[in-house]
């Protein structure tokens, strides 16, 4: 089947698709369905379509990632959106008690250097992904707040109680309640969902987009669907069609365009798997009595742990990141690795664990692997993808009323800027103004250049 069609029907539907139902996408759908379901926007919501071909949603890091949130941890080209997202997670909390549906509470960051456990591992955390570094480091700089430990008195004072603390630990002060916060992912992302498809929304799970539809004049159309299991295909209007599959958007791409693309065969993007543990403590019985969540970074002999208590009494245990996992063909394909969990595992029982032989008084309540779309040059495309770059002449209709867009790459930010892209998606798409500078993550020749190598 070839990756476009060409027929003689012209529509005027400014319908679209979006394809990938992770974090990204379902925060595209519902900003999307919000905006236009006032009476000035060109699309109602009975022509949003959320496509993904897994049967099953939020089975990678949508669903298994730590879920998070800081306000002023990033580069400078995304700045812009990183504080929106911050805030809006704030906002949309407040707004539906995000406390109680996804365990969302402010947070206080710190740097957690164990004595007894810290090999020495000390690059600096902006390239963590590559070097399997902490990206607290990504926090550091002028406003740095350093609070020496010199007794296990003074760092019980500092530290959760759920945390273990030894003579000559040490710990750093990296974000305070203002600026960092988290949450659970998935029951974020099935609230967002609901409240889109209670908009009108459509969502098709088990089913992937392996065509494009274009009329005479070679504008697309519209997109062929096809269920996964029993390959019956069906056609959806649309003129605008939106990627959001994550570490398979590489994948969406090749299939529609690939074919076409004289420059871009397949997106410059890849996956970084993680590990995670979620675990019970009996030193941790959730948010209660004055003290708040935390997140701790810290070392470990094979890998720069993140921990992160929950408000629900559950604690959050990952960092063992490797881009040599294989990405399966849909994410519910995804299955732990034996070595990797037994690892994380037993940092858990070194970090978390009672009595100075780290007992192991831990309740495994899940184990996780999920897997994070990343660029080689470090930063998310969020963007309209220019016509020439879809090839073979397609075209799409002008301004609001039609267009391919990307929004993926996030690497470890995808649930921080989950909210933010969502709201910059939806505007872009519908031509209004936007609400965070984008301009660095365009679809132009660094895209370009780096998918000529992929």
Known sequence: MSSCTTTTTTSTSAGTVILGAGIIGVSTAYYLSLSSSRPSSPSPPSEIHLVDPSPSLFWSASGFAGGFLARNWFAAEVSSLGALSFAEHARLASAHDGRRNWSYAPSTSLGYSAVAVDKGVNKRGDDWLRSGTSRAEAALGDNKEKVPVVSVEDLKEKTPTWLRRREGDDVEVIGGEGDTAQLEPERLCRFLLGEAEGRGVKVSKGTEAVEVLRDGE????????????????????????????????????????????????????????????????????????????????????????????????????????SAAVPLPSVAEGSTVQTGSIELVKQAARELLGSGDDGEDDLEVVREGLC?????????????????????????????????????????????????????VMSELVQGRPLSADISALAFDDKVVGKAVQV
């Open 218 to 321: 070679g504008v697309i159309r519209g997109v062929r669907l096809k269920d996964v299991m029993t390959g019956e295909e069906r056609e959806v209007k649309c003129s605008r069609i939106i990627i959001t599959a994550g570490c398979w958007s590489g994948q969406v791409w090749e299939k529609l365009f690939g074919a076409t693309s004289e420059t871009v065969k397949r997106l410059p993007v890849t996956s970084l798997a993680g590990h995670s543990l979620v675990v019970k403590s009996p030193r941790w019985a959730g948010a209660v009595d004055g003290e708040g969540c935390h997140a701790v970074y810290t070392s470990h002999a094979a890998f720069s742990p993140e921990i992160f208590s929950r408000v629900d009494g559950q604690i959050y245990f990952a960092g063992l990141n």
């Open 371 to 423: 897997f994070r779309p990343v660029t080689p040059w470090g930063l998310p495309i969020v963007a309209r993808v220019p016509d020439e770059h879809l090839g073979g002449g397609i075209r799409t209709k002008p301004g609001a009323e039609g267009g391919v867009f990307l929004a993926t790459g996030h690497g470890p930010w995808g649930i921080s800027m989950s909210l933010g892209t969502g709201i």
